[in-house]
């Protein structure tokens, strides 16, 4: 009896493993759907024009090849009979020249097509991951996974919807000419068609294999790639060459740059080595193989077999035919490659978005304001929460200012009433409905927001004010009311063109802005929304001085009777001015009151109301 037991089967994890990998070759091909669809979607004529003339272009080489054959021919039997065979041969002659001729037309008008198409395309890609990004929350944008997303789509997807067609038509092209070139080859020989097919599929499968690798590549140091981005941007803007100058990290940051290339160029060095060896290694393959077959073109010919006419028009078909190959193969491993970072643009434009949930335009109480009823809020990702159980009550006409220290919630709760975040639990009510219920565009209409961290558009001043209404960008009556209550005007009027003076130094005479100008900016933001019922001002004059900023407050509350007015402020002697102070401390409101209510109590609030005031005496 044995003792080695009954047979054990074959572990089945190699051919799982091979199979996954043959699906997974096939399954990126999905996007070349896609790819078509998009060019079809961006112009057809050019399209048809390109597929029409890939068409020709396939069929053309084994006709130059044919007449080639029958020149040669000709030419022998000129030798016996010049009279007849000399006129036959300058016609035969003629007609090459002008299949040639035809052909080189084809390939410059695919050439054209390509052109056209790679800019229309390019052009249209971008605008879809532009439209995207409008679709997308602000937490989305806070995420570094999401981040790499948009990166690899924005530095690869817009070339390569187009490069797949055009391989497409490549493939296509080939295909055509291989078949033409078969139809010729078979009557020498069927294996020699056998022959011609096999010998390009060793180095196909090596190209499709280091495609994957390269891909994987892409993938992996995305946020490498998107650092040192982020150091060009550093070394090389404007708003960012004071520190980098003044604090000497020019050479660390420069270093640090050289680091990142040094790594990855290792990484594609290593890889391109890989690859060409193994191309070079393989391609022989193809060489003796098509060496192997002129030798027995040559020795059929040597033995009678075929013509020296046959003979010649046999080479050039194996020759073309084995080019034809090559380019196949090559395409489809291109198609692969190009399935693979198209699946970076999809993978970013398929990011699911939350639906619309809101349509109300207006609330069923006008006169209720805003309430904050239980609201908390975490951040994703965040052990601990943001906010937690805030309760607020604001009538319309009322003004309210929050207190506390730097990442205490204020900023958060601005979010969250403009719908830029939701709340994870409690809700928000603007005029008696929950703020998730109301048509976004509509609500942000009764709401005028500026941030601390305002943006610094390199535009013109008008349409810097213009900004904070988009329906009125244009309207210049509406900029130069807004800028009057936002106490821009006067240096306004003191700028080369006014309000059609360029800011900022990307552009050629564009002048730059003083901190607490560009803060009158982004307050004459705010007053151009007339409609605005809701006004909030989030530290928007840091860079003002406390005598400054309290006369801009008091302006501001003035033009702002009769609105809900909410200001964020570490100057308490702006911030006394409002009827009603939250005081923030770890998302929680711990004291709430008016400025005489909250000193006389001698809580937090006065300890931090006694600092300030000590350092002005």
Not at 144 to 156: I, V
Not at 332 to 352: A, C
């Amino acid at each position: 009896m044995s003792s080695h037991g009954p047979p054990q089967p074959l572990p089945a994890a190699a051919p799982q493993r091979a199979g996954e990998a043959l699906r997974g070759f096939f399954g990126v091909f999905r996007y070349s759907r896609h790819a078509v669809q998009l060019v079809w979607d961006t112009n057809r004529s050019l399209l048809f024009a390109a597929a029409a003339l890939t068409l020709v272009g396939g069929l053309l080489p084994a006709g130059v090849a044919w007449v080639g054959a029958q020149i040669v021919d000709a030419v022998l039997q000129a030798m016996h009979s010049p009279a007849h065979e000399v006129q036959r041969l300058l016609r035969l002659v003629l007609l090459e020249g002008l299949l040639v001729a035809v052909l080189s037309g084809v390939q410059r008008g695919l050439s054209l097509c390509q052109a056209l198409l790679r800019a229309q395309l390019g052009q249209r890609v971008n605008v879809m991951i532009l439209e995207k990004a409008l679709t997308l929350q602000l937490a989305q944008f806070e995420d570094s996974e999401f981040y790499d997303k948009l990166t690899r789509a924005r530095r690869e997807a817009s070339s390569r919807p187009l490069s797949l067609v055009m391989r497409t038509f490549g493939l296509l092209q080939n295909a055509i000419s291989l078949l033409s070139f078969a139809v010729l080859l078979v009557r020498f020989s069927p294996w020699s068609v056998v022959v011609l097919l096999l010998a390009g599929v060793p180095a196909f499968l090596a190209e499709t294999k280091f495609s994957g690798d390269a891909f994987r590549l892409f993938r992996w140091r995305s946020p490498e790639t998107r650092m040192q981005m982020y150091l060009e941007t550093v070394l090389a803007r404007e708003d960012h060459v004071k520190e980098v100058r003044l604090f000497g990290l020019g050479a660390r940051f420069l270093q640090r740059y050289r680091d990142i290339f040094t790594r990855l160029y290792g990484q594609d060095r290593a890889l391109s080595i890989r690859r060409d060896t193994w191309g070079f290694a393989l391609g022989l393959i193809t060489t003796v193989t098509l060496y192997a077959a002129y030798a027995w073109i040559a020795l059929a010919a040597v033995h009678g077999e075929i013509t020296l006419g046959q003979m010649t028009m046999y080479l050039l078909l194996f020759r073309q035919g084995q080019g034809a190959v090559a380019a196949m193969l090559s395409a489809v491993g291109g198609m692969y490659e190009d399935n693979l970072y198209l699946s970076t643009l999809y993978d970013y434009l398929e990011t699911p978005v939350p639906p619309v949930r809101g349509a109300a335009r207006r609330g069923p109480q006008p006169g209720a304001g805003i309430a904050f009823e239980h609201v908390s809020f975490s951040y994703p990702g965040a052990t601990e929460p943001t906010l937690v159980d805030i309760n607020l009550q604001l009538p319309p006409g009322s003004s309210l200012a929050l207190v506390g220290e730097n990442g205490s919630g204020k900023t958060t709760l601005i979010k969250l009433l403009t719908r830029l975040y939701e709340p994870t639990a409690g809700r928000i009510l603007f005029e008696g409905l929950d703020i998730r219920d109301w048509d976004e565009a509509a609500l942000r209409e009764r709401v005028g927001v500026i941030f601390q961290d305002f943006a610094r558009y390199q535009l013109r001043v008008g349409e810097n004010v213009g900004a904070g209404d988009e329906a009125h960008f244009e309207d210049a009556a509406r900029w130069r009311e807004a800028a009057e209550k936002g106490r821009a005007a006067a240096f306004i009027a003191e700028l080369p063109l006014g309000y059609e003076t360029q800011l900022g130094k990307w552009f050629r005479d564009g002048r730059e802005l003083s901190g607490g100008q560009w803060q009158k900016i982004a307050l004459s933001r705010a007053f151009m929304r007339t409609g605005a019922d809701v006004l909030v001002l989030d530290e928007p004059t840091a860079a003002m001085d406390a005598r400054a900023e309290a006369e801009v407050f008091e302006h501001f509350r003035q033009l702002a009777r009769g609105r809900i007015t909410i200001l964020i402020s570490h100057r308490f002697s702006t911030v006394r001015m409002a009827d009603q102070i939250a005081v923030l401390d770890r998302g929680r409101i711990i004291e709430r009151g008016t400025h005489a209510q909250l000193t006389a109590a001698g809580g937090h609030y006065a300890q931090l109301f006694a600092l300030q005031a000590r350092g002005y005496q």
